[in-house]
């Protein structure tokens, strides 16, 4: 299905702000770096990669001779950075699009409400935990690893789960390394352009309400799994081909081990029902969370 060849322009993408405009470009490429292909910026990462679930979609690139091409940034924000990857095997049409989110170390990771999202995530030794509890630059490089495993996790789990009850969307998690997630492009593999965030989305009646029919599937899903996105809201939801995409999940929160988990998952249903209901759906959105806190075990 996702076979084609992707132009090698530049390719514009926007942020939060929907106004924004960024193009990414590559350092130099130092002449005496070893064993680089010759063509291409780098070869593949998988090999050595923690991998994604079974049964593999089959436009990924798994490969020992595919490449990686850096095409440009696709949003910059707080917690990391995302950027579109073109993994090929050159002279062939075996093409995948990736979008790569590279946290930032500990030194410059602007991560807000930390703590919050972090109560119910503990490591096994004390010394990794002391350090996470007092931000030391030791524990902020655990802390931005946690969040790059956490978010690895939650893709692979719902991803799973949206095969099987195809209740649920995600992108399919390809693979990690460190701080850094390679995950399938959402968008159109043809030109480069994302699909658009639900925030930037304009349909008729018909189309919110099947929207917000997909979105309280999701959410129920989530509920089910006992976790809750944390930080759900129309701009972290895309829409493509008009399946509603969950993405940004770094911050999953597990509702039965936090004791916030309740509030959370109130959160999650408050800003979403808050957008639809502003754009003239009616939506009940205490009957949602009674049904989601039941769904969940905490009622």
Do not use: C
């Not at 998988?46 to 049964?55: E, K, S």
């Not at 030391?136 to 789990?157: C, H, N, T």
């Not at 999650?268 to 989601?292: H, I, M, Y």
């Amino acid at each position: 299905m996702r076979s084609h060849e992707t132009s090698r322009r530049r390719r514009k993408f926007d942020d939060d702000d929907p106004n924004f405009l960024k193009r990414g470009r590559l350092e130099p490429r130092l002449a005496e770096e070893p064993d680089l292909p010759e063509t291409g910026d780098n070869w593949s990462s998988w090999d050595g990669a923690l991998h994604g679930p079974d049964p593999r979609p089959d436009w990924v690139r798994t490969e020992h001779a595919a490449v990686d091409d850096e095409l440009g940034m696709l949003k910059t924000g707080k917690e990391a950075d995302v950027f579109l990857v073109r993994r090929h095997i050159p002279g062939t049409d075996k093409v995948s699009l990736l979008a790569a989110k590279r946290y930032r170390d500990g030194d410059h990771r602007l991560f807000h409400r930390d703590a919050g999202y972090l109560e119910g995530r503990r490591v096994r030794r004390s010394r990794e935990n002391r350090a996470m509890t007092n931000r030391s630059s030791f524990g902020k490089q655990m802390i931005a690893g946690q969040w790059a495993v956490a978010e690895f996790g939650a893709l692979s789990r719902l991803w799973q789960i949206g095969q099987a009850s195809g209740l649920v969307r995600v992108p399919y998690p390809v693979q990690l390394i460190g701080t850094e997630l390679m995950m399938e492009f959402v968008g159109d593999w043809d030109t480069g352009e994302a699909a658009p965030r639900l925030a930037q989305v304009r349909t008729d009646p018909d189309g919110l309400a099947d929207l917000w029919q997909q979105m309280t599937d999701a959410l129920s899903v989530l509920a089910r799994a006992q976790v809750a996105h944390g930080d759900l809201s129309p701009y972290n939801t895309l829409v493509h081909d008009g399946a509603l995409v969950l993405i940004d999940l770094p911050q999953i929160v597990d509702v039965v081990a936090n004791p916030q988990g309740a509030d959370f998952i109130a959160r999650d249903v408050r800003n979403v029902a808050g957008w639809f209901t502003q754009r003239g759906l009616q939506v009940d959105a205490d009957d949602l969370l009674d049904r989601l806190l039941h769904e969940a075990g905490l009622r």
